[in-house]
């Protein structure tokens, strides 16, 4: 199981919060992203072709910033749901303000009592159950939607 509760929990994933200066207005993050980071995010919102910023880092050698993105504290939970997923989870969890991945290796005892702990906080499971990954196909054209 992997778990995501705070904007560093991402910063693995390729998803860097750098300062929170950078909005005018006090209310976004400011992040370089990987490109195991852009694709997370572009999968969150569903923009396969993902454009972003230039990167304010280079990040490193092996896994250099593709970009820079500011995005408000309230699209951690989303964000998280994404990488666990992108990442191999099989499903994700909502539980309070806590996001939990399930692997493919946990085992139904460790899933069954954590699912017990969290019982009164769990709030949604999500798993991609679509057609076409985080997407599903149009039924009539065939087209991924």
């Known amino acids: 199981m992997k778990s995501i509760a705070c904007w560093n929990d ?5 998803i860097v919060a750098l300062t929170g200066e950078s909005c005018g207005l006090g209310y ?3 992040f370089d992203l990987t490109e195991q980071g852009r694709r997370i995010v572009a999968a969150c919102f569903g923009i396969p072709q993902f454009v972003l910023a ?5 990040g490193a050698a ?3 910033h ?3 993105i500011m995005l408000s504290r309230e699209l951690l939970i989303p964000i998280a749901v994404f990488t666990l997923l992108e990442t191999g989870c099989t499903e994700v969890w909502l539980v309070g303000d806590l996001v939990i991945g399930i692997e493919a290796g946990d085992s139904e005892l460790e899933i069954d009592l ?5 019982e009164k ?6 798993a991609y159950h679509g057609t076409a990954g985080s997407r599903n196909r149009h039924v009539m054209s065939g087209r991924v939607v």
């Open 10 to 14: 991402v910063a693995p994933y390729g």
């Open 28 to 30: 976004r993050i400011l």
């Open 54 to 58: 230039e990167p304010w880092n280079r």
């Open 121 to 126: 906080s769990f709030r949604r499971r999500l």
């Open 66 to 68: 593709v970009g820079s």
């Open 62 to 64: 092996d896994d250099p």
């Open 114 to 118: 954590q699912r017990k702990f969290h």
